[in-house]
């Protein structure tokens, strides 16, 4: 028999598939942001496009000062590298 050793990862990982208010915000914003950049484009208004893409990058910037004010997925619970493997040696 091949007896297989695992190690766990060292955090679980997040629980609230990042629903969080600052990941809502950026997904509402930059929805706005594509909706009216659209609209720019298909009636070839360049300042609609262009007030289009301001939104999406307000909506970034948004999103990053909420994720520092601690309302994004907390950093303790963020998962850095491939938590899954194989750390021990054989």
């Given at each position: 028999m091949n007896e297989e050793s695992y190690s766990l990862p060292q955090s679980a990982a997040p629980s609230?598939?990042?629903?969080t208010p600052a990941s809502w915000t950026l997904l509402g914003l930059v929805v706005a942001g594509a909706i009216v950049g659209?609209?720019?484009?298909?009636?070839?208004?360049?300042?609609v496009l262009i007030f289009g893409l301001v939104i999406i990058?307000?909506?970034?910037?948004?999103s990053l000062i909420m994720r520092g004010r601690g309302l994004g997925q907390?950093?303790?619970a963020r998962?850095?590298?491939?938590w899954y493997a194989d750390d021990?040696?054989?």
């Open positions: 609230n598939h990042g629903r659209g609209i720019g484009m298909v009636t070839y208004r360049t300042p990058a307000a909506g970034i910037v948004a907390p950093v303790q998962i850095t590298g491939e021990q040696p054989a």
